[in-house]
């Protein structure tokens, strides 16, 4: 009886040892034969808008990429995180993307209900574009300058609306922390998406909006909406001869916003690297670099472990002001 429980064991040993290796090899074969049908890159926004238009830029070159078509999904809704979270549940399988501001980490510091954790439950591809923080009005505004809109909302009883791409987003962050530590009231307005909060502006519902300036780029151009600040410690190349706050002598703030593609964290990691090179290769394509220029972002290239360090310090960065403001996801 002892030998064959010896020999059984001896089988199961050999047996493990088999699975083992054969799940070793199938790893590389998965990467090598990735991917074999369309992938789904979902964007937490609306169509038109900030995040929308980074998408537009890389989409086609990154099914040049990888072979496949890259199929863009609108998701919007709750400040981003419906998108979001269907990118966390999703199958970890590659086949669903997510792209999302670098500000995400912040998210779960405003609600404790995301259905998702920003932090944990996804592997973050690498960061794809940045730009700054704009805050603008309507060409017809008698508000020529910052320090005029200031005045306008301490004159104002209840302040002014300021209308963003939603909660949570730099522009949230950028014109609630502004008017904080420069003490004027106002009132932030959350759309799901930069384009109808310009609309909404355009339309005289709000009297100022801020965005990252790609949000804005072609209304900025076509001179219907006047951009006044560059939530920025340096003038921007992009925007030159738009101020920012220490030409004004007040306090400021930096509010640049970056994006990240992401998958579900337990996506293996053969794939993670193989979507990584892909949308590395993409961002140094010159057609891909004009084309973010051109929409006033740069592309923002970083190795897998610096994309989450991006995310780790943007939530640094964000979470005593978040703290002391008492903001909630709405």
Not at 33 to 40: A, C, D, S, V, Y
Not at 67 to 89: D, F, H, L, T
Not at 104 to 120: A, E, I, N
Not at 251 to 273: C, E, F, R, S
């Amino acid at each position: 009886m002892k030998s064959l429980n010896t020999k059984h064991t001896a089988w199961a040993r050999m047996a493990c040892v088999a699975l083992a290796l054969a799940s070793s090899m199938t790893a590389p074969v998965q990467a090598q034969g990735f991917p074999t049908r369309p992938i789904t890159l979902v964007v937490p926004y609306t169509p038109g808008g900030t995040t929308d238009n980074i998408v537009r830029a890389i989409q086609n070159k990154l099914t040049e990429q990888l072979g496949q078509p890259i199929v863009v999904e609108n998701r919007p809704g709750a400040s981003g995180n419906v998108g979001n979270r269907s990118v966390a549940r999703a199958a970890p399988d590659g086949y669903t993307m997510g792209i999302m501001p670098t500000t995400v980490g912040t998210f779960s510091l405003m609600s404790q209900s995301l259905g998702y954790d920003p932090m944990t439950d996804f592997a973050f591809i690498g960061t794809v574009a940045e730009t700054p923080s704009i805050v603008a009005v309507r060409k017809d505004s008698p508000v020529k300058s910052f320090p005029e809109l200031i005045n306008l909302a301490r004159t104002r009883p209840g302040g002014i609306n300021i209308g963003s791409g939603g909660v949570g987003g730099a522009g949230h962050l950028v014109i609630l922390t502004l008017g904080k530590i420069n003490n004027f009231p106002v009132t932030h307005i959350a759309y799901k998406g930069t384009a109808p909060s310009v609309n909404d502006l355009l339309g005289g519902n709000i009297e100022a909006v801020s965005l990252a300036i790609g949000g804005v780029k072609g209304q900025v151009d076509s001179g219907i909406v006047r951009p006044i600040l560059v939530a920025s410690t340096k003038r921007s190349p992009l925007l030159p001869d738009v101020s920012v706050m220490a030409d004004f002598n007040m306090k400021g703030v930096d509010g640049g916003v970056g994006y990240v593609l992401a998958v579900p964290v337990k996506t293996p990691p053969d794939i993670v690297a193989r979507l990584h090179t892909a949308l590395d290769n993409v961002l140094q394509d010159r057609e891909v670099v004009d084309r973010m220029r051109a929409i006033s972002f740069v592309p923002m290239r970083n190795t897998l472990a610096d994309a989450r360090k991006v995310i780790e310090e943007q939530t640094s960065t964000w979470a005593p002001v978040i703290k002391e403001l008492g903001l909630k996801l709405e």
